[in-house]
């Protein structure tokens, strides 16, 4: 794999209406192609991805997954990966949606989710209906082609939602204790990992007590642990996917100090980050 110094990172293309983008294979495979390649990359939008016949490939954050007909992939905003290979029969749809289209209530259920197991017939019929009509829409030009746009995207992803949510963990979804760590979840980035809790507390409007408070009550950690948890996530994609020695992805992370870094990148993997470098080319 080429690495560069910078991960490669894509926003949305000239193509997309009103934050949305809609894609069929094998009919626009072409399009893909020339945009992602087998490059590890990663995007600032969702990509939800049906799978109707073949199998494709793809490795997200270091973990290889093979999608195959009648099951989903949901890519989020940031994760590394990259597409390793496809079968010649492969056929199905791929919509990437912009951030800010996507519900909270949506997003509180998918957080975790990136890979469902095989969908029921009835239910990957249903979800192949919204995603041909959006399709469809995406590529007429109609009166009201925007409107149908977000109309059928909104409609897709509550769907996906709905296949996707736990209802054992519904009721928790819905307190303002879990919104606020999920907020506080997508507040982090990679932009943003080096700022202190007093950041994404005043963005919170709460304070760093409160916030600690409610990251510990529904995760079992600090919310300085989560901070670090996304942290060592990051660091492991910059080895992974850039040419940047250690001393370099430690800077960027925000670390003064490069020992330091590895000393926290060892306690939290059991690995140094030379290590972790050289065993995921083995």
Do not use: W
């Not at 894609?23 to 626009?28: A, K, L, Q, R, V």
């Not at 909104?154 to 819905?174: A, C, F, G, M, P």
């Amino acid at each position: 794999m080429k690495k560069t110094k910078e991960i490669k990172f894509y926003t949305q293309s000239d193509q997309a209406k009103g934050g949305i983008e809609v894609y069929h294979f094998p009919t626009d495979l072409a399009t893909i192609n020339d945009r992602f390649a087998h490059i590890s990359h990663r995007h600032d939008y969702y990509l939800i991805v049906l799978i109707e016949e073949g199998e494709l490939l793809i490795q997200v954050d270091f973990q290889e997954l093979c999608i195959q007909a009648n099951q989903l992939l949901i890519i989020h905003p940031f994760q590394l990966h990259s597409f390793i290979s496809k079968s010649i029969d492969l056929k199905g749809y791929a919509a990437g949606i912009t951030s800010f289209l996507m519900p909270i209530s949506a997003i509180q259920v998918l957080e975790h989710i990136f890979h469902n197991s095989s969908l029921s017939p009835h239910h990957f019929n249903g979800l192949m209906n919204y995603f041909k009509l959006l399709h469809s829409a995406y590529n007429e030009t109609t009166y009201f082609q925007k409107q149908l746009i977000a109309s059928l995207t909104e409609s897709l992803i509550y769907k996906v939602t709905d296949l996707s949510i736990d209802r054992h963990n519904e009721l928790e979804q819905t307190t303002k204790t879990y919104q606020i760590v999920q907020a506080f979840k997508q507040l982090i980035t990679p932009l943003n990992l080096h700022s202190p809790l007093t950041f994404f507390a005043k963005h919170l409007n709460v304070s760093t007590t409160h916030l600690n408070y409610c990251v510990k009550e529904v995760t079992g950690k600090t919310a300085s642990s989560l901070l670090r948890d996304r942290v060592v996530v990051e660091a492991k994609r910059l080895l992974y996917a850039t040419n940047l020695d250690v001393k370099e992805v430690a800077f960027k992370l925000g670390f003064d100090d490069h020992a330091y870094f590895s000393r926290l990148f060892k306690k939290e993997t059991g690995q140094t980050p030379k290590n972790f470098r050289l065993l995921i080319y083995e």
